[in-house]
């Protein structure tokens, strides 16, 4: 089990051990695990080029469902908790929700990422080594349910992943035989230069008003680069993971090996709903395609030996309208293969099918070439940003109302209407983007997904324009982020090695699971 040792908050200096200082007789087989250093790339666009006013206002004040359940109570024998997402592709760049640690508790909005396993916020000692969030740092001192992980239990062992946590001392605090291994610590890397480092903690997450479980978690001691700059708190992991929270609240039986996702589209919201039946009511869903009819098209979950955490899939095809991309099936199964991420922002393909891609877009689009216009990205850090604005027939603009009188509630409505009519046909020149996924029963099935779901939306001058969030991934891997989840119920059905999607309203979903 795990001690908690009482500690006061001026003596908690931390030092990481060097190599040689550690007895190696007792860590030669704990040490030397290989380890993947870097988990994936996480590129976030900044939400300054846009004006305040062309996003809808996201609301921090989040919720989660109330129930009136006895803490003795098994959560998942009542409703299953659900969570309003946070943030969008270009406002923040990522999908938060906002969750509450310890005794009493204490808020932080963290990043979903099913492409990582642990979940961590910024230490109280953490001081300016970690940067200015939402909300104050996590405080394992004024919790009556917090403890430390000890180096050497078992827990630490495994907690990390693929090689063992590491370890931190705190100085002048304890005397124990071996020092230098009283606290598990972690350190993890990303690709865009980002990082963050800490030591470990046992507490509780709390699920509802009266119910809470045990959860493992990283207490920041540094963060760098995109990590300590974002506005979001943390990360919370969802990844194929013993440390991950799903993971976590399964084995204490607090949910069904299931979660979903609503994403919601251009504005961003949705919600995270843990366990139980995803709901497929036909108020929510509604057919992307003659072939979908409203209903949930499953792929099958693969097993990647070399990377056991993602939740990867088998792409055979892609097709841009009727056109396949003309890159072979293999492709999409170098470096780490297909991999449903939702802390990656948008979508990266293999060199070959990333070029073969922006073609087929192209000709789609040069074949409205009096309605669309194919511009440069407004950001000049993005060079290779493929964007297109509207060039045809529009009265939607305010210079068309009649300013001789206050115009009225209805000139406003309208003009609003028809910039929606216009944005909307605006869309509709765009070709529909096809997946063709491996089902459960071995065969292939196409999944349509709309336009809007590899568009990212931005101001260019005086227009909105349309950029196509399709990169480059050279030959590391696809990863299908969260704007090709947009407006999608996904569910990430463990037990059964699934993973549906239909499309759906989900902001009226968000609405029905958060409603009190």
């Avoid at 005794?103 to 492409?115: C, H, K, S």
């Avoid at 869903?285 to 056991?308: C, E, F, H, W």
């Avoid at 891997?477 to 463990?494: C, K, N, S, W």
Wanted: hydrophobic share 35%; net charge negative; with cysteine.
């Amino acid at each position: 089990g795990c001690v908690g040792y009482p500690v006061e908050g001026k003596s908690l200096a931390l030092k990481r051990i060097p190599s040689h200082e550690v007895d190696h007789q007792i860590l030669e087989n704990l040490l030397n695990r290989p380890h993947r250093r870097t988990e994936r790339s996480r590129i976030l666009k900044q939400s300054s080029l846009l004006p305040d006013s062309f996003f809808t206002t996201l609301s921090t004040n989040v919720t989660t469902k109330n129930r009136t359940m006895m803490p003795d109570i098994d959560a998942a024998e009542d409703d299953d908790p659900a969570f309003m997402l946070l943030g969008s592709v270009l406002t923040t760049g990522y999908y938060a929700i906002e969750i509450e640690l310890g005794t009493p508790r204490q808020t932080f909005d963290v990043i979903l990422d099913t492409g990582s396993t642990m979940a961590y916020v910024p230490c109280v000692f953490c001081g300016d080594s970690c940067g200015k969030h939402t909300n104050p740092p996590y405080d394992p001192h004024k919790s009556e349910t917090s403890s430390y992980v000890p180096c050497l239990s078992s827990k630490c062992s495994t907690f990390c992943g693929s090689r063992r946590c590491g370890c931190e001392s705190l100085d002048g605090t304890f005397h124990l035989m071996l020092p230098a291994l009283n606290v598990c610590s972690y350190a993890k890397a990303y690709q865009e230069k980002s990082s963050s480092s800490g030591v470990i903690v046992d507490d509780v997450i709390w699920l509802d008003q009266w119910v809470n479980r045990k959860f493992t978690f990283g207490c920041e001691t540094k963060e760098t680069g995109e990590i300590y700059k974002q506005k979001a708190d943390g990360v919370i992991g969802l990844g194929n993971n013993p440390s991950s929270m799903i993971n976590q609240l399964v084995a204490e039986g607090a949910m069904e090996n299931k979660f979903s996702f609503c994403i919601g589209g251009f504005n961003g919201g949705g919600v995270m709903m843990l366990g139980g039946d995803t709901p497929v009511e036909d108020s929510y869903l509604r057919p992307a395609d003659s072939n979908s009819n409203g209903t949930m098209q499953y792929a099958k979950l693969v097993q990647n030996i070399n990377y056991p955490e993602f939740y990867s899939i088998k792409l055979g095809k892609i097709r841009v309208g009727p056109n396949a991309v003309n890159v072979p099936s293999i492709l999409y199964d170098v470096g780490y293969g297909t991999v449903v991420d939702t802390g990656t922002t948008f979508i990266y393909l293999p060199e070959a099918a990333y070029i073969a891609f922006h073609q087929q877009v192209s000709a789609e689009m040069k074949k409205h070439e009096s309605l669309a216009k194919q511009v440069p990205g407004p950001d000049p850090r993005y060079p290779d940003d493929v964007c297109y604005i509207y060039t045809g027939p529009t009265n939607s603009s305010f210079a068309n109302l009649d300013f001789t009188n206050l115009p009225s509630i209805d000139d406003i409505v309208g003009m609003q209407q028809r910039q929606q009519l216009e944005f909307d046909n605006f869309l509709g020149l765009f070709p529909d983007l096809t997946l063709e996924l491996q089902t459960p029963d071995g065969n292939s099935e196409g999944i349509k997904f709309p336009p809007s779901n590899y568009l990212f939306r931005v101001r260019s001058g005086s227009s909105t324009a349309l950029c196509v969030g399709v990169y480059n991934n050279s030959n590391a891997g696809t990863l299908l982020g969260g704007i090709l989840l947009r407006d999608m119920l996904v569910e990430f059905d463990l037990q059964n090695e699934t993973i549906g999607f239909a499309a759906a309203d989900c902001e009226a979903l968000a609405s029905a699971e958060t409603s009190d």
